[in-house]
């Protein structure tokens, strides 16, 4: 596999450990200015809250998903005070957290699947005081999609609700992008 430095533009041939290590740094990197509670919304098997475990300035990972089975597969992080699964759907986020009760909310790959986005919007701008950090794909009429919110219209959904908002598209991630929204 070849990847090409991002600064200097040369090809490396690399193996598929080192491509999956270097691909998943740079995903991390954009979850490192983080701090208090997070909500890792939709985190599966804990890609970003099993990375999050070591940031000193985070007290609480809340990790919640619809799929049951994804206890199992985090039963090394719930051991540990610092992390607790929540069962649960997106839709259902105000009943499970208080108003103004989460610091930040991280998520990659999840915000395509939720359908009521509306509701979605108002309730993290109710629960969250700091910051939104987001990484997502977005393809036209995807079949998986359960919605057609572009970056951009998320975006403008984001600044609506007073949220101040950077969108990165990312060239290295399958028609990825990133968004970080802020408190003014
Ligand atoms: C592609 S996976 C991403 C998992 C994880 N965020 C990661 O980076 O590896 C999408 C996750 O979102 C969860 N999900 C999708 N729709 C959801 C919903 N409505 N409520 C809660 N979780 C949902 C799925 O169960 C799945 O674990």
Not at 13 to 24: E, H, L, P, T, W
Not at 28 to 53: A, E, P, V
Not at 119 to 144: A, H, K, P
Request: negative net charge; contains cysteine.
């Amino acid at each position: 596999m070849k990847i090409r430095c991002p600064r200097c533009g040369t090809e490396n041939v690399v193996d598929q450990k080192a491509a999956a290590y270097y691909y998943n740094h740079r995903i991390h990197s954009y979850f490192n200015d983080l701090s208090g509670t997070i909500l890792d919304l939709g985190c599966g098997g804990g890609f970003l809250s099993r990375y999050l475990m070591d940031n000193k300035r985070i007290k609480v990972i809340y990790g919640l998903d619809q799929d049951e089975a994804c206890n199992d597969q985090l039963t090394d992080m719930t051991v540990l005070s610092k992390f607790q699964f929540l069962h649960s759907d997106i839709a259902q986020l105000s009943k499970v957290f208080a108003e103004q009760t989460l610091d930040f909310l991280v998520s990659r790959d999840v915000f395509m699947f939720i359908e009521d986005t509306d509701r979605y919007f108002d309730d993290v701008t109710n629960l969250v005081t700091s910051g939104i950090r987001q990484m997502g794909w977005f393809i036209s009429q995807n079949e998986r999609m359960k919605n057609q919110l572009t970056p951009e219209q998320i975006v403008e959904e984001y600044r609506k609700r007073g949220w101040n908002v950077y969108l990165e598209p990312l060239e290295w991630y399958k028609s990825g992008y990133f968004i970080r929204a802020d408190r003014q």
